[in-house]
């Protein structure tokens, strides 16, 4: 997309609202649903100190607590609450109500645990304030499923394990990238081999070694006449050298007629092109009307590739071309990655899968876009499933998957029917990314369901915050996972300049223009590029990457293609 006929109206536009978007997580306290009365100061309600009984009750729920604690266990005993006098604890105050901890900070165990690492929010224990379905449960309530590896219920726990480290709120979007690419790589990559019919767009396991010279013999590179000695050269009227022909031997002094791609006669000086030569059919002599240069004209075997040779390294993806090259080198089938496969799921009671919105009801953007943006990526995607905002639709859904990845629209907020975070702790979850300091789109989250389970990407509902995770996690990952190389990082100039986030990542659609009377080229800021918008997005050739503080005019700034976008400018590729 040149971004001709573009208005200066379609370029960024500063007076935009950015960060009021509904895409900020902060917010007030989460109480326990009445599990237990809380004085000021986040005491526990009153205590009658010089009362024996009391002391004693108290000294019994801090054992409890302690006990839980040392087990990891996020359930608590009914009327429990684990808030007291003795200490903070994660869970009733700003930014950790809401399972966030301030920048740069892990969430921590019990009382008495600020300084050490806690327990993993999603390693048998939910790090949410708020009642869990699947957590808190009541006495008489089904016990929920334990985590693998758990003891069985009833069984002491042995010496547990050391909790692992709690993920970081927030990760720069740098890291983010790296943690969600690191996830792609870190298991063994299965090999499968392909029909070259079947093979185009997986990645090659293998490097693509040849498995015969090319061309496999010497052969003719025009249509015309193949020599032998000095001329000029007698000939036979009716003999003649097609493509496919056997090999045969050209007696010095003597010419043959000889078709493109035919194999060259042993012996053969040169190959003179019709157009540059003269028969006499009187005599039947051949004459050449330029000098002749020894080997003209013939291209001799292994000028491409000698067997053995390397024609293209692992990870390259197969396109039309290398499939051409594989079958020139003697391939039938090709070995491949498979590529991963990957299950849509789509939060929100509030959207409509067809016609126009009404009475607070929406269309549904984010089911169209993602299974052919993530094919785009690589991925066989199933059709997407509409869940709604149904806590034990998504976990039936995410138990029963058999997909290398799962992507989630929505939900993964903290509000009362944001429901991914509190399944994924009941399914024993190990949280990967827990929020990207970037906008929009920062409430993203990376997940692994188990060990050698699936991956979960939770996106954000808003669809240019979507948008925002699909390429700060889900593409890095399913890369990893295909085996394809990682995107190249490139920067361009941007003319005008873009605001950014006092403290996060931007990411803000852009198009290629190209430069003017000698300037460079360039790329320029689309306007329409606050979290529930799309406009801008579908008219962009890639997003740029704006630093906290945001940049002036003329500024270099990285570039993240759309994998539809035409090559820019200012960019060559080659697939070796």
Same mark, same amino acid.
């Given at each position: 997309?040149?971004g001709d006929g573009?208005?200066?109206s379609?370029?960024?536009?500063?007076?935009?609202d950015l960060f009021?978007?509904g895409?900020?997580?902060?917010?007030g306290?989460?109480?326990?649903?009445g599990?237990?009365?809380t /004085?000021p100061?986040?005491?526990?309600g009153?205590?009658?100190?010089?009362s024996?009984?009391?002391?004693?009750?108290?000294?019994?729920e801090?054992?409890?607590?302690?006990a839980?604690a040392?087990?990891g266990?996020?359930?608590?005993?009914?009327?429990?609450?684990r808030?007291?006098a003795t200490?903070?604890?994660?869970?009733?105050s700003?930014d950790?109500a809401?399972?966030?901890a301030?920048?740069?900070?892990?969430?921590?165990?019990g009382?008495?645990a +600020?300084?050490?690492p806690?327990?993993?929010p999603?390693?048998?224990?939910?790090?949410y304030?708020?009642?869990?379905?699947?957590t808190?449960?009541?006495?008489?309530s089904?016990a929920p499923? %334990?985590?693998?590896?758990?003891?069985p219920t =009833?069984?002491?726990?042995?010496a547990?394990?050391?909790a692992?480290?709690?993920?970081?709120m927030d990760?720069p979007?740098e890291?983010?990238?790296a943690?969600?690419a690191?996830?792609?790589?870190?298991?063994?990559r299965?090999?499968?081999r392909?029909?070259?019919?079947?093979?185009?767009g997986h990645?090659?396991a293998e490097?693509?070694?040849?498995?015969?010279?090319?061309?496999?013999?010497?052969?003719?590179?025009?249509? /015309?006449?193949?020599?032998a000695?000095p001329?000029p050269?007698?000939y036979?009227?009716?003999a003649g050298?097609l493509?496919?022909?056997?090999d045969?031997?050209?007696p010095?002094?003597?010419?043959v007629r000889? %078709?493109t791609?035919?194999?060259t006669p042993?012996d053969?000086t +040169?190959?003179?092109r019709?157009?540059h030569?003269?028969?006499?059919?009187?005599?039947?002599l051949?004459?050449?009307?330029?000098?002749l240069?020894?080997g003209?004209?013939?291209r001799p075997?292994?000028?491409?590739?000698r067997?053995?040779?390397q024609?293209? $390294? %692992?990870g390259?993806?197969?396109? $039309?071309?290398?499939l051409?090259?594989?079958?020139?080198?003697?391939y039938?089938?090709l070995?491949?990655?498979?590529?991963?496969?990957?299950d849509?799921?789509v939060l929100?009671d509030?959207l409509?899968?067809?016609?126009?919105?009404?009475?607070?009801?929406i269309?549904d953007?984010l089911?169209?876009m993602l299974a052919p943006?993530?094919?785009?990526?690589?991925?066989?995607v199933? %059709?997407?499933r509409?869940? /709604?905002d149904?806590?034990e639709?998504?976990?039936t859904?995410?138990?029963?998957s058999d +997909?290398?990845?799962i992507?989630?629209?929505?939900?993964?907020?903290?509000? $009362?029917v944001?429901h991914v975070?509190?399944?994924?702790?009941?399914?024993g979850?190990?949280?990967?990314?827990h929020?990207v300091a970037?906008?929009p789109?920062?409430p993203?989250?990376?997940?692994?369901?188990?060990?050698?389970?699936?991956?979960?990407?939770g996106l954000p =509902?808003n $669809?240019?915050?979507?948008?925002s995770?699909?390429?700060t996690?889900a593409?890095p990952?399913l890369a990893g996972?295909a =085996?394809?190389?990682a995107q190249d990082a490139?920067?361009?100039?941007?003319?005008?300049?873009?605001p950014g986030?006092p403290?996060?990542?931007r990411l803000?659609p852009?198009?290629?223009?190209?430069?003017?009377a000698?300037?460079?080229?360039?790329v320029a800021?689309?306007?329409y590029?606050g979290?529930?918008?799309l406009?801008?997005?579908a008219a962009a050739?890639g997003?740029?990457?704006?630093?906290?503080?945001g940049?002036?005019s003329?500024?270099?700034v990285?570039?993240?293609?759309?994998p539809?976008a035409?090559?820019?400018?200012?960019?060559e590729g080659?697939?070796?």
């Amino acid at each position: 997309m040149t971004g001709d006929g573009l208005s200066g109206s379609d370029l960024f536009d500063g007076g935009d609202d950015l960060f009021g978007d509904g895409d900020d997580l902060s917010g007030g306290d989460v109480s326990r649903g009445g599990n237990s009365a809380t /004085g000021p100061a986040g005491t526990t309600g009153p205590t009658t100190p010089d009362s024996a009984e009391a002391r004693a009750a108290e000294a019994e729920e801090l054992a409890v607590e302690q006990a839980l604690a040392l087990v990891g266990s996020g359930s608590q005993a009914p009327g429990h609450d684990r808030t007291r006098a003795t200490g903070p604890t994660p869970g009733r105050s700003g930014d950790q109500a809401n399972g966030r901890a301030p920048r740069g900070q892990t969430l921590t165990g019990g009382a008495g645990a +600020a300084d050490e690492p806690g327990p993993s929010p999603y390693a048998g224990s939910s790090p949410y304030a708020g009642p869990s379905p699947y957590t808190d449960s009541a006495p008489d309530s089904p016990a929920p499923a %334990a985590a693998p590896g758990s003891p069985p219920t =009833g069984q002491p726990a042995s010496a547990p394990a050391p909790a692992p480290r709690s993920p970081v709120m927030d990760l720069p979007w740098e890291r983010a990238r790296a943690v969600a690419a690191r996830a792609g790589r870190g298991g063994p990559r299965a090999v499968v081999r392909l029909a070259l019919d079947r093979a185009l767009g997986h990645v090659l396991a293998e490097p693509l070694g040849a498995l015969t010279d090319l061309p496999p013999f010497d052969t003719s590179a025009m249509d /015309g006449w193949a020599v032998a000695g000095p001329g000029p050269w007698t000939y036979d009227e009716g003999a003649g050298l097609l493509a496919g022909g056997r090999d045969a031997r050209l007696p010095d002094g003597t010419a043959v007629r000889i %078709a493109t791609g035919a194999r060259t006669p042993a012996d053969t000086t +040169a190959v003179i092109r019709s157009e540059h030569a003269h028969a006499d059919a009187a005599r039947r002599l051949l004459s050449t009307r330029r000098p002749l240069v020894t080997g003209q004209d013939i291209r001799p075997r292994g000028q491409e590739c000698r067997t053995g040779d390397q024609l293209a $390294p %692992a990870g390259t993806v197969v396109t $039309p071309a290398v499939l051409g090259l594989a079958a020139a080198a003697g391939y039938d089938a090709l070995p491949a990655v498979p590529r991963p496969r990957v299950d849509v799921l789509v939060l929100g009671d509030e959207l409509l899968a067809s016609g126009l919105p009404h009475d607070g009801l929406i269309r549904d953007a984010l089911g169209p876009m993602l299974a052919p943006w993530l094919r785009a990526l690589g991925a066989e995607v199933s %059709a997407p499933r509409r869940l /709604g905002d149904d806590a034990e639709a998504l976990r039936t859904a995410l138990a029963s998957s058999d +997909a290398d990845v799962i992507v989630t629209t929505g939900g993964t907020a903290s509000g $009362p029917v944001d429901h991914v975070h509190p399944v994924l702790a009941a399914l024993g979850a190990e949280l990967l990314v827990h929020g990207v300091a970037v906008r929009p789109g920062h409430p993203m989250l990376l997940a692994r369901l188990s060990p050698d389970g699936p991956h979960l990407v939770g996106l954000p =509902g808003n $669809p240019l915050a979507a948008v925002s995770g699909l390429l700060t996690l889900a593409e890095p990952l399913l890369a990893g996972l295909a =085996g394809r190389p990682a995107q190249d990082a490139y920067r361009a100039l941007v003319h005008a300049d873009v605001p950014g986030h006092p403290h996060d990542t931007r990411l803000v659609p852009v198009v290629h223009r190209a430069g003017r009377a000698g300037g460079r080229d360039h790329v320029a800021p689309l306007r329409y590029n606050g979290p529930a918008m799309l406009r801008g997005i579908a008219a962009a050739d890639g997003l740029a990457v704006v630093p906290a503080g945001g940049v002036r005019s003329g500024t270099e700034v990285e570039i993240l293609d759309l994998p539809w976008a035409p090559a820019t400018p200012w960019t060559e590729g080659c697939f070796t």
